[in-house]
């Protein structure tokens, strides 16, 4: 296998991924909301264990319903507290967010392959994209992106959390929990003073981070899912610097 078979995959992967939270961590970051997707992610993540401690195979339709279920049950409710409490909805995210990772190590506890499992849902195995999958995930990437952009953005509560949840259960088994969310929320906030074609570099940011970091993996033999991490925070942190103080 050549060095471009095993990154093209990734590259495709993380490109997908960016396409739908590029516009999301925008609204994310607007409704001052910015750990939800963890919490959300998480609450997927506890979906798959939770199927697969049940004898679901991994990459099963079931653990995939079960996924889902889990992310939409989790956005609603947090819809719901963010109506109720608004002053005190990132606190109510963070202890969702804390349960629920702290339910899956429960889970995980008795399974002998439980520390690989955890570290799947964290750090993701980005590298072992399966071209064979990626065309479903673009079909399932570009309905959220039409979801979004047609009933979304200007869409309600309930809405977004639902857009939400589809697009962080589907990224969270693709690229893992860490990636999804330096993603959603650091090229939101390195061009959080743009006035103008902010999500276009919202989605540069993106391209060039997971770009960059699967080439540096591939030149020093370094985990990949952490050096996408590192290389699109510190390009992110270079185009908030050099941005305009203020927005117009």
């Known amino acids: 296998m050549s060095w471009l078979d095993l990154l093209w995959p990734a590259l495709a992967a993380g490109l997908l991924v960016t396409a739908t939270h590029a516009p999301l961590g925008m609204q994310v970051l607007a409704r001052g909301i910015v750990f939800i997707d963890l919490a959300v992610a998480q609450i997927a993540g506890l979906g798959v264990v939770l199927a697969q401690s049940l004898g679901y195979e991994t990459h099963g339709l079931a653990v995939q319903s079960w996924a889902l279920g889990a992310a939409l049950a989790g956005a609603l409710a947090l819809g719901w507290t963010e109506r109720r409490w608004p002053q005190v909805q990132e606190a109510i995210i963070g202890v969702a967010f804390i349960v629920a990772a702290n339910a899956a190590i429960l889970l995980l506890a008795a399974n002998p392959r439980g520390a690989e499992h955890l570290k799947d849902l964290l750090v993701g195995q980005i590298l072992w994209v399966s071209p064979s999958s990626l065309p479903w995930v673009a079909a399932a990437s570009a309905a959220i992106l039409a979801a979004w952009f047609w009933l979304g953005a ?35 906030l390195a061009t959080h003073r743009l006035a103008k074609r902010r999500l276009a570099a919202c989605y540069a940011i993106g391209a060039v981070g997971y770009a960059g970091g699967l080439a540096l993996s591939l030149l020093r033999d370094l985990p990949a899912g952490p050096l996408i991490v590192c290389t699109m925070t510190a390009l992110g942190a270079a185009v908030f610097l050099a941005s305009p103080r203020t927005r117009s």
């Open 154 to 188: 200007g869409g309600g509560r309930v809405r977004f959390y639902l857009i939400f949840a589809c697009a962080v259960t589907l990224s969270v088994q693709l690229v893992g929990l860490y990636l999804v969310f330096t993603t959603l929320i650091v090229p939101a």
